[in-house]
């Protein structure tokens, strides 16, 4: 059973969450309300949510500052926003604040309200199933392996254990696919997997044959190919959106993998525009 936490200033919309289906029925447990980000702190430094759905314009402390401090203490919590504005402001920080997703109040129903936990819970399961196989990798590596695992590999010996490698690997391509938006570095998901820079950094072109950068470049620049069927969206909302800081930076890469300025990108017609 996951546990929900409801934060919204208005009761009656509280109320309407709370009856739009039968949670426990659907894996999940209203453990708590709050009608503002600073009472809902309290759940939070408890450490016993899973999921927190909060609105954004509420007094005291707005959801996106309640989302941001959620991030703080408890990375794992799936935030969900909703509002009653549809300004892309409001998207694009909950965006870069790691939220899950945004749904507006007018569009919320039972069934997107579902999909979403549904989307949720599945990450949640996933989450735990990668922390249970990390843990048995630190478990089957001896003192000997650890070791070895903080030099970097020679370019012309083989890995001690190939499917050990593949497995920490998958685990790290995981975590970028879902982090890969956010401010992350070959350190960060080094650590992440437990072993040196170098070491993961060899190991990692070795097993998919690409170097970390380009790796992640090229989701991040994929992710832009999609945002930028949106019309409505200028260049540095994409970047931002995408995990570029800064738009020229963006712009340089997308043209050397794409071939095209992403203005260029955006402005053809959509059956010609080239994804693959």
Known sequence: MYKVLLVDD?????MGIRSTFDWEVNGFELVGEASNGQRAMKWVESKEIDILITDIAMPVMDGLEL??????????????LLSCHSDFEYVREGIRLGAFDYILKPMLSAESLKTVLYEMRHSLQKEKEDHRILEQYKEKCSADQVAVMSLPLPADCPPPDKSLHQRIVQQAVEYITEHFTESISLQLVADRVCVSRNYFSEMFKRVTGHNFIDYLITLRVNRAKELLQNPTLKVYEVAEMSGFNDT??????????????????????????PFN
């Open 67 to 80: 989302a941001r401090r959620t991030r703080e203490i408890c990375p794992w919590v799936k935030v969900l």
């Open 248 to 273: 020229k930076h963006f712009s340089k890469q997308f043209k050397k993998v794409v071939g095209l300025t992403p203005a260029e990108f955006q402005g053809m017609p959509r059956r010609s525009a």
């Open 10 to 14: 208005e009761a009656i919309a509280r």
